[in-house]
């Protein structure tokens, strides 16, 4: 009973705090005007199916945004993602920690999952079809 409350607890924390974003013509457009260097924030996209597609924008200290899902390619399979702390994302099954100006490249086995955005003069747009290509990892 502890062990099953702890697991639902933990996926819980992993997707309370998202932002739910919605999309207009098969585009989620973000103001990332507010997202200062060295500062990430988790948003959610419901698909079609009804299931929650987290993803993650960050700005890194070179000003540049960059974009992941909440979920890796080693330990996706654990549904738990990432934690946001100290301008790094942190894998909260292995405990890799990737400093958001280097948030696409991975280590050994776990690598975040890039997901691909335009920047058009500090709003980001993400097309549903990249959101919906990473299904699986949810």
Not at 3 to 11: C, E, I, K, R, S
Not at 20 to 40: E, H, K, Q, S, Y
Not at 52 to 57: A, D, Y
Not at 60 to 67: A, I, L, Y
Request: hydrophobic content about 40%.
């Amino acid at each position: 009973m502890t062990l099953a409350a702890g697991a639902a607890f933990l996926t819980f924390t992993a997707i309370s705090d998202c932002t739910t974003v919605t999309a207009i013509n098969d585009m989620v457009a973000i103001n990332a005007f507010g997202l200062r260097p060295g500062t990430a924030h988790l948003y959610c996209y419901k698909d079609d199916a009804g299931k929650q597609l987290r993803f993650v924008l960050a700005r890194g200290d070179d000003g540049k945004v960059r974009s992941v899902f909440d979920a890796c390619r080693q330990c996706f399979a654990f549904h738990r993602g990432y934690r946001i702390v100290k301008g790094e994302l942190i894998c909260r099954v292995c405990g890799n920690h990737y400093p958001l100006d280097h948030m696409t490249e991975g280590k050994a086995s776990c690598v975040p999952v890039s997901l691909q955005h335009e920047d058009d003069a500090g709003v980001v747009r993400i097309k549903t079809a990249d959101l919906k290509a990473g299904h699986a990892f949810f």
